[in-house]
């Protein structure tokens, strides 16, 4: 089985070639960073901009490199949300287009199910069900993955998503943009110890994630110049460890799947892959996590998603919308706070 992925759904634009034995035959993902850098942060109609100009160059690109023509290919998946519905559009049309003249099936990608079965990808041996941390930079949930299309969601933020606080607290701490690599390599020469940060939530009876009041700790460390910006990167990323590991371990109790399981941006991060695989270890559950590559936004993983969906015979029609939200789990209940995502 040959898929073509397609991603454009924030700030990447990326195209791949997967097999159904898991072998990513090419692969390319062109990130905006240098486009945004002067903002921030992501201007989605800058973003929307790049993925047109760039999409139909990348898709060239891994066909030539693979050798292939779009006949060879058994399906066309291209993510169809949630993220920038400019950006969204921009595959999910060229993957529609592509369909069309080359009379091959369309797989809509839910972006949230290609970081949730990414693991998959790198890792043949992982089996369903397991206890997936999706962490992200719009998201931070903890889902049970009982099969592909199968998401039972048992937590997320009430306000912002772990990415978010990284990109949030590298900008106070004048970073470039994106921020969560910029803390890492920072923190590197810190202390952890040395910057009192809130852990939100930690230890209480709700299963949920809460950031927003960690930013506003960074935000008064920093403007109190008593602190190295080293010294609140390492205690900011701590911080934000110490949040995953206690939600994910309250998680864990409520959750009999073999094996833990982290996805999503977030997850290329050292310190939260070292706690996490130590967590896993003290629960007695298998770990897992793909190569940081995999973690950040590809197109592989929405191959991949797509090769999945399509051998469980999931296609879509010619006119399946474009959605800046598509929670995977759309029986969850709404969560309190302002700016809930999914
Ligand atoms: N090494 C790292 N440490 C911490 N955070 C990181 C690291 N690398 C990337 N991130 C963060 O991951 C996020 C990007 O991840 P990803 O590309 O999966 O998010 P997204 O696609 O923007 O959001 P979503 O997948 O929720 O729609 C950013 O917030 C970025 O700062
Ligand atoms: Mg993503």
């Known amino acids: 089985m040959l898929v073509l992925g397609l991603e454009s759904s924030c700030d990447d634009s990326a195209a791949a070639l997967v097999t159904g034995d898991r072998v990513i035959l090419a692969q390319v993902v062109v990130g905006q960073d240098e486009a945004h850098r002067p903002f921030g942060g992501i201007v989605p109609e800058i973003a929307a901009r790049a993925h047109v100009e760039r999409l139909p160059q990348l898709i060239r690109q891994v066909l030539d490199e693979a050798k292939a023509k779009p006949s060879d290919l058994d399906a066309i998946a291209a993510t169809a949300g949630p993220g920038l519905i400019g950006g969204v559009m921009v595959a999910l049309l060229a993957g529609k287009g592509l369909a069309l003249a080359a009379r091959k099936p369309l797989v809509a990608v839910n972006h949230l199910e290609g970081h949730a079965l990414s693991p998959r990808l790198a890792d043949a041996s992982l089996d369903f069900p397991y206890l997936l941390l999706l962490v992200s930079g719009g998201h931070c949930q903890l889902l049970e993955v ?12 009430i306000d912002d998503a772990a990415g978010e606080a990284f990109d949030k607290a590298a900008k ?14 920072l923190a590197r020469e810190g202390d952890p ?19 927003a009041g960690l930013k506003s700790a960074v935000q008064r460390a920093a403007a109190s110049g008593a602190h190295r910006p080293a010294d609140i990167a390492a205690s900011f990323q701590q911080a934000v460890v110490d949040c995953l590991v206690d939600r994910t371990q309250r998680a864990l109790a409520a959750c009999d799947a073999p094996t833990l399981v982290v996805a999503g ?57 474009a959605r800046a939200r598509w929670p995977l789990d759309a029986d969850a209940d709404k969560v309190r706070g302002a700016g809930v995502k999914a």
């Open 265 to 321: 941006g977030v997850a290329a991060n050292q310190q939260v892959r070292s706690a996490l695989a130590d967590l896993a270890q003290q629960n007695r559950r298998a770990f897992s996590v793909p190569p940081g590559w995999l973690c950040t936004d590809n197109a592989a993983m929405i191959a991949w998603a797509g090769a999945e969906r399509f051998a469980a015979g999931l296609t879509d029609p010619l006119d399946v919308p």
């Open 193 to 211: 110890r040395a910057v009192p940060l809130p852990r939100p939530l930690v230890g209480s009876g709700e299963p949920h994630f809460s950031f």
């Open 146 to 157: 009982r099969g592909v299309g199968q998401y039972r969601r048992l937590a997320t933020t």
């Open 172 to 185: 106070l701490l004048g970073l470039a943009y994106p921020g969560g690599p910029a803390i890492e390599l």
